[in-house]
């Protein structure tokens, strides 16, 4: 069933986001727009009481569970810049609007770019393993739980790799080049 459900919400996150920009930039309904985009972090939601569910009724945690927490943490931590980025995209693709922004292509601008990217994949980390720990207590099973603390650990690696990039453009910032020349 959590299989099936996150298949589902990543399906529903893309149908939604497509559904309230074609809202908003081909058919010109803007509050149809606002309430299909203000409906996509109520789908992390129901993947998590799904998930918490699922553990309350006798499921040992594994990685299903884990997604469910980590697809939350996503939707909190960058939910609203991927609206955003598909947004820009899309207004530029099929509402003539202005391309969309680019990151600093080098020097130190693109290494604060980077740090803050970087901080808001360890703040998705936290929130994903507080909702994880919060599982853990609601169950109280250590035997059904171990798998979820597991879990967090394996994602932490993704912090630790993710801080290779920030780290290489302080070092060796790319050069940028001058408009003058």
């Known amino acids: 069933m959590i299989v099936a459900l996150i298949i589902g919400c990543e399906i529903g996150f ?4 497509g559904l309230g ?13 606002t309430a299909l985009l203000l409906a ?3 789908l992390d939601v129901i993947l998590l009481a799904a998930a918490v569910i699922d553990m309350r009724g006798g499921a040992t945690g594994d990685v299903r569970h884990g997604l469910a927490a980590a697809y939350l943490a996503f939707s909190i ?3 609203h810049r991927t609206i955003r980025w598909a947004d820009a995209r899309f207004h530029h693709r099929f509402a003539g609007g202005p391309p969309p922004p680019r990151p600093p ?8 770019y980077e740090w803050a990217l970087w901080l808001r994949i360890v703040l998705a980390y936290g929130i994903t393993c507080a909702a994880l720990f919060g599982l853990v207590w609601m169950v109280d099973d250590p035997a059904r739980t171990a798998p979820l603390l597991s879990f967090m650990n394996g994602l932490g690696k993704i912090p630790l790799i993710a801080i290779l990039w920030p780290v290489s453009y302080t070092l060796w910032p790319r050069k940028v080049e001058s408009a003058s020349s």
């Open 14 to 17: 893309w149908l939604l986001l």
């Open 105 to 112: 292509a080098g020097g130190m601008a693109r290494a604060g």
């Open 21 to 33: 920009l074609a809202s908003r930039y081909l058919w010109h309904l803007r509050k149809l727009s």
């Open 40 to 42: 996509i972090p109520f």
């Open 77 to 79: 931590v960058f939910g």
